[in-house]
């Protein structure tokens, strides 16, 4: 029974917040984060660094998790603004854009990076 190697697991060093959809708690890298942005503004928050009141939804069912927030009012009662404020179309496009975006195998679509020219002489 004096089973305790020394791994030095710490179940609850990861902060575990719930998702404002389906209501189950999760480790926050597992979520999204939506936020307060300017002007009263509902934004997906996705460095999760922007200041203030943030509320949740689950990262790989994000859409499902933002329509259900959005039938119980869960962002706009976590969050302490309107409904109204709340652009529910806008989460879910970034939120679908996010998803597709990190989904492995799919070819990255779009414009490739760049070459600048180094500092040219003037
Ligand atoms: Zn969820």
Do not use: F, W
């Not at 009263?40 to 790989?60: E, F, N, Q, S």
């Not at 806008?90 to 414009?111: E, F, H, M, N, R």
């Amino acid at each position: 029974m004096g089973d305790r190697g020394d791994s030095s697991e710490r179940p609850d060093r990861v902060p575990v917040r719930t998702c404002a959809g389906c209501r189950r708690r999760r480790p926050k890298g597992e979520l999204l984060r939506v936020a307060l942005g300017g002007e009263g503004t509902v934004i997906l928050d996705v460095p999760a660094r922007a200041p203030g009141r943030g509320a949740y939804v689950c990262r790989d069912t994000a859409l499902e998790c933002l329509r259900a927030a959005r039938r119980r009012r869960g962002l706009s009662r976590t969050l302490r603004v309107g409904e109204n404020v709340i652009d529910h179309e806008g989460l879910a496009d970034s939120a679908g854009a996010l998803i597709s975006q990190a989904s492995p195998g799919g070819a990255p679509s779009g414009i490739g990076p760049q070459e600048e020219p180094p500092s040219r002489p003037r």
